[in-house]
């Protein structure tokens, strides 16, 4: 971070902050003066004056300090830690594992300050999660534990929008769930199996990197790892952070629920951050996919 760059923001911000507060502070001192003409005690003049500078000091100073010292970190981060960093590509894969699958989100968890990984999370159930994976442009299956698969309820509605696959239970042998074969029309087409063995070889997982007080400045880390599973190599790192926008334009809200939307780096565009991520490291069979990989840049 360029300290000199820092430091003059710091002092325009201070500037403009002294000449907002005599703007205010005028009013006072009028109203203070009038008071003493009607007699009002020195100690009562003295008590209103404290309470106004108090009230000016907490309500303008203390917000814009916490959102300012969450911009520049913020900034700092991005410079120092965030990127992809690669490895190794692999051409020609046909499947991939999750061993870390993102789970269905909310609104209401995407405006919890603690929520584990913000950035590469979204609203996205996690079945259309599982299509991005396994469309024209991803990968013949995608696998995962059979412990982390969500299981749907045999409702009507269910049972209308997906295949009669998604409501088989595993067997007593099975360890791993396979899905398959979405034709990027209907959600239906997406087909579940139960496997007592691995086919997948290079797969990914993530975990949240959030540092000592980066969640009370409303700003969050994310990690995420290409492998290969058999050797434990690692092939790619993809690092990024995400500030709430509700503290970019209310230093208050460090007292409130946050919203996950704001800036992020080293990307803006975070939908299907995942897929591009990963696709661009395994990159999905050429003989069969119009596209090969993500877009990630």
């Known amino acids: 971070m360029n300290i000199t760059y820092t430091l003059v923001n710091l002092l325009i911000w201070l500037f403009l902050k002294v000449l907002l507060i005599a703007f205010i502070v005028f009013p006072v001192w009028i109203m203070i003066k009038f008071l003493k003409k009607r007699g009002v005690s020195v100690f009562k003049r003295r008590l209103f004056g404290g309470l106004v500078g108090a ?12 959102s300012k010292v969450s911009e520049q970190y913020f900034e700092h981060l991005c410079k120092e830690e965030s990127g992809l960093f690669v490895y190794k590509t ?64 045999d409702t009507s509605q269910n049972i209308k929008y997906n295949d ?7 067997g007593s042998g099975d360890k791993y769930v396979r899905y398959c ?7 239906d087409s997406i087909v579940k199996e139960y496997s007592t063995t691995r086919k997948s070889r290079y797969g990914y997982t993530w975990k949240d990197i959030s540092y000592p007080y980066d969640r009370q400045l ?56 995942n897929f591009k991520i990963i696709s661009s490291i395994l990159k999905p069979k ?12």
């Open 55 to 66: 009230t000016i000091i907490l309500f303008l100073f203390i917000p814009n300090i916490v």
């Open 164 to 170: 009669l696959s998604m409501f088989d239970e595993p």
């Open 218 to 273: 409303g700003i969050a880390g994310s990690e995420l790892t290409v492998t290969n599973i058999e050797s434990g190599e690692v092939l790619a790192l993809f690092r990024g952070f995400v500030r709430s926008r509700r503290l970019s334009g209310d230093g208050w809200s460090i007292f409130v629920p946050v919203n996950w939307g704001g800036p992020k780096c080293p990307i803006e565009d975070k939908r299907d951050l």
């Open 90 to 153: 692999v051409d020609d894969v046909d499947g991939m594992f999750m061993l870390r699958p993102r789970k269905n989100v909310t609104d209401k968890m995407l405006k919890d300050r603690y929520m584990p990984d913000p950035l590469g999370h979204d609203r996205k159930n996690f079945k259309s999660n599982i299509s991005k994976f396994v469309g024209s442009n991803g990968y013949d299956f995608v696998e995962m534990a059979v412990d982390h698969e969500i299981r749907l309820e």
């Open 286 to 297: 050429l003989d069969l996919k119009e596209n090969q990989g993500g877009d990630y840049e």
């Open 181 to 187: 074969c979405y034709d990027e029309r209907n959600q």
